[in-house]
């Protein structure tokens, strides 16, 4: 079996992450197979695949698309980028769209898969328009398809040329489901981590060294949003909530993450958290790191891990990396995140964008040492019974043998209609 993995950007992201364990439990699942990734651009995530000893195909796009997306035009990332400058800049990427979904096709054609696997929104819609005859098309879906009020109409019209697609959770894949007018079959497969990397033995790293900060004191409760610059990701609302804490408490905050996807809008500058974190009057209180490489170390160097998403989180990796690595988690109540956590048991939450209620659960935490023991216990229980990336195999392998199994009964079925119509022509000659 030949699978070509086609991802929209060369950075790697949570979609990037869940799709590097895939290519890691395939690999190790069904060794034979052969996996060949094609990303935008040389990179991270390019290099990360070929370590897996997948093949990688750079196809450089067009800056104009590179650039486009809709989050942040009425979609998770707020409105910063208006309707009518979007579809400005959209006009501007259609014609170089098509010519790069052209080359797509001749890549795809040369590569000759069995399945073609579409990461993220634009990978999708590219894979749909270039895909070879008789290839089946896998949509990865890792985001809410309504939320984007372009995607979701792109997708929705070039849903036929997807054979199936799989969400990330149950919550994804309703939206999927009403966003593409039930033209698509949707699956559900809940996202994985390596449980092994991401485990709480293990070195951390030093994030007051990173952040630039004097070494806390003895006794420090760490607390730390680990994300993404996205808007949606809830920066503003960890600072308010560590605004809150009271004092006594004795807790640090940190901010672990850097800008990630080159979409215009849909993300914060490190500058303005900065001056948001003055605002709060926590700018002593909190570091900033950047973008850190070695998430486990980060997790095993916190107390207590935030996930703080004001939106709907479509899944929540980190929510999974930070259980994983037996940490106390409180979660934003919403979307996916609800499918990962137990409330109470392996975990606390807080409705999203309440920085009230998150600054009671910090609270809470710092103040019960045993509290985030026991929570930290359980999670790592969790996610070693429900998230480990093994399961990724075992569940994509059923995904695209049905695939294969689809594709040759519709080859049958064509071979009898050819056949049919060649005697009806046969017929028609001797008549
Ligand atoms: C996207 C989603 C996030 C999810 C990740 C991996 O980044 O926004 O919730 O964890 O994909 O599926």
């Not at 929705?156 to 079959?185: K, P, Q, T, W």
């Not at 996916?336 to 975990?347: H, K, N, P, Y």
Request: aromatic residues 4%.
């Amino acid at each position: 079996m030949k699978i070509v993995f086609v991802n929209s950007s060369g950075q790697i992201g949570g979609a990037e992450r869940v799709l590097l364990d895939l290519l890691a439990s395939l690999g190790a699942a069904e060794p034979s197979w052969t996996l060949h990734l094609v990303v935008p651009s040389e990179g991270t995530l390019a290099a990360s695949a070929r370590t897996l000893g997948v093949g990688v195909t750079a196809l450089a796009q067009p800056r104009s698309l590179s650039r486009l997306g809709d989050a942040g035009a009425g979609g998770p990332a707020g409105a910063e980028v208006g309707r009518l400058a979007l579809a400005r800049r959209m006009l501007a990427a259609s014609m170089p769209a098509a010519r790069h979904a052209l080359r797509l096709r001749r890549v795809l054609k040369c590569l000759a898969p069995d399945i073609v696997h579409a990461n993220g929104f634009k990978a999708q819609l590219l894979a749909a328009w270039s895909r070879p005859a008789c290839v089946p098309v896998a949509w990865h879906v890792h985001d809410f398809v309504s939320s984007r009020p372009v995607a979701s109409r792109l997708l929705r019209l070039s849903s036929r040329h997807c054979a199936v697609a799989v969400a990330n959770s149950l919550s994804v894949a309703g939206d999927a489901r009403r966003a593409l007018g039930g033209r698509v079959e949707v699956r559900t497969i809940h996202n994985a981590v390596d449980i092994e990397s991401f485990s709480p033995a293990g070195t951390a790293v030093d994030l007051d060294a990173l952040a630039g900060l004097p070494r806390a004191e003895e006794g420090t409760v760490r607390v730390g949003l680990v994300a993404t610059l996205a808007r949606w990701k809830g920066h503003r609302t960890f600072l308010e909530a560590l605004s809150l804490v009271p004092a006594s408490a004795r807790v640090r905050g940190y901010v672990v993450g850097g800008a990630l996807y080159e979409t215009d809008g849909s993300q914060h500058r490190l500058e303005e958290l900065r001056r948001a974190a003055r605002e709060f009057g926590v700018a002593g209180r909190v570091g900033f790191t950047g973008f850190v490489a070695d998430a486990p170390g980060v997790f095993r160097a916190l107390d207590v891990a935030v996930h703080a998403s004001t939106a709907p989180e479509p899944f929540g990796l980190v929510i999974a990396e930070a259980m994983a690595c037996g940490r106390a988690v409180v979660a934003s109540r919403a979307g996916g995140a609800r499918e990962i956590v137990t409330e109470g048991r392996d975990a606390l939450a807080h409705a999203p964008g309440d920085a009230a209620e998150l600054a009671l659960r910090i609270t809470e935490l710092a103040s019960d040492p045993g509290l985030r023991v026991s929570l930290g216990r359980r999670a790592r229980e969790t996610a070693v019974r429900r998230f480990d990336r093994a399961r990724l195999a075992a569940q994509w392998t059923r995904v695209y043998r049905a695939l294969m199994r689809g594709e040759e009964i519709s080859k049958r079925v064509n071979g009898l209609r050819n056949k049919e119509a060649g005697a009806l022509n046969d017929e028609l000659e001797a008549s």
